[in-house]
């Protein structure tokens, strides 16, 4: 039994911790996150119970503790609130004890209950996998130990460290610190990498966060999430069908006039539209203003930048009693800025119908084409042709 039934050398052990890891890795992506948490695809039984199965053998994940802790993470992210915010409880804490911040939610039955609905609730939820979370890990490691003898020790340790590193750590951590990011959500989150392997498309969080309810987590032609590869396998095997994906936009150089399509268009892809105004609008004004001055005060204008083009920035009193005095004496950047602000009333206000949010960007492109700005007027220009594209 020292080397079980299935000797492995280094290699052939490392291939197999990889491969088996990964499987974990694309059970939480999928069946926990995309499917269970927010609904953005649905499973045939089979492969869901395979999914929920593998969880419990290889993480001791409760799906409701997860979903719930998931989706109030989304509705307080980077408050005091919020499970595992890197914003608020420093970088090192949610890294390194990321797994921790996990458990200690898990117990915290008003989570549970208000965020954790519509998780299974069938006879084998509630008669093993919550019941008996740490029985399926126990399980993992005599299958283990069993099948490679001591090298499954290690094989298992790897198991049992994969998912709170990389998940509970890395994405939840990293992943609201570190990275680039395509659109401006209100919250710090970032894409780790546009190659989304080793956590299973997850690298992709700022992605999610701007499109919470798309089963592909990659925007951008360059980037890659395995896990929709998968789920596109999976529909092909009649196995998955896809809820919603995210929608990319396409800008009419003809368009005369605003309609009900455009509204559409930029209610859903609002964190769009705010990374667009920063690249198109802010950038080019910042540029222009910033040539104006020199030493201290062009030093300033750099320090204050964020907070005219991010959504989410954490500045100390100082800094944004600066930004309130850089406003008051730069009428082109107090113009951008309240812009900005006007923009993002048509869809965080709660007007009474749509029609009364088409009249508001009716009126936004009208006064932007008469702000004399040349960015305004062209990012006027923009919205005017801003439609979804056909998903395909």
Not at 246 to 254: E, H
Not at 260 to 277: C, E, F, G, P, W
Request: net charge positive; proline share 4%.
């Amino acid at each position: 039994m020292l080397h079980g039934l299935i000797p492995l050398s280094f290699w052939p052990m490392l291939a197999v911790t990889l491969m088996l890891t990964h499987v974990t890795i694309v059970s939480v992506t999928i069946f926990l996150h995309r499917h269970q948490a927010h609904r953005a695809l649905s499973l045939h039984a089979s492969a869901s119970h395979f999914f929920r199965f593998w969880i419990w053998l290889t993480t001791a994940t409760v799906t409701k503790a997860w979903v719930a802790i998931h989706r109030k993470h989304h509705a307080r992210c980077e408050t005091p609130d919020d499970p595992h915010s890197p914003q608020v409880l420093g970088i090192g804490k949610v890294l390194f004890q990321g797994w921790m911040l996990y458990r200690r939610e898990a117990g915290n039955s008003e989570t549970l209950d208000r965020f954790g609905a519509g998780t299974p609730d069938d006879w084998l939820e509630r008669h093993l996998y919550s019941r008996f979370p740490n029985l399926g890990i126990a399980l993992m490691l005599i299958l283990n130990l069993l099948l490679f003898g001591l090298a499954g020790v290690a094989i298992w340790a790897a198991q049992m460290l994969w998912i709170p590193f990389w998940a509970a750590g890395v994405v939840n951590g990293l992943g609201h610190s570190l990275g680039y990011r395509n659109f401006e959500t209100p919250d710090a989150s970032t894409n780790l990498w546009p190659i989304g392997i080793i956590i299973g498309g997850e690298e992709l969080h700022n992605n999610h966060h701007a499109y919470p309810a798309s089963a592909r987590l990659s925007y951008q032609w360059w980037e890659l999430d395995i896990g929709w590869m998968y789920i596109r396998l999976l529909a092909l095997l009649n196995l998955a069908e896809v809820k919603n994906v995210s929608c990319k936009a396409s800008i009419q150089a003809d368009a005369l006039n605003i309609d009900l399509d455009t509204v559409k268009a930029v209610l859903r892809n609002r964190a769009h539209i705010l990374s667009l105004y920063g690249r198109r609008v802010v950038t080019p004004a910042m540029r222009q203003e910033t040539a104006k001055y020199a030493g201290p005060e062009r030093r300033l204008l750099r320090r204050i930048r964020p907070l005219l083009f991010r959504e989410y920035v954490k500045a100390d009193a100082t800094v944004r009693q600066n930004f309130s005095r850089i406003l008051d004496a730069n009428q082109v950047l107090a113009t951008v800025y309240q812009f900005k602000q006007q923009l993002k009333a048509v869809w965080s206000d709660s007007p009474d119908s749509r029609d009364e949010r088409l009249q508001r960007l009716r009126i936004w492109c009208q006064q932007a084409q008469q702000s004399g700005i040349p960015w305004l007027q062209h990012f006027a220009d923009i919205l005017r042709g801003y439609r979804l594209q056909p998903v395909h």
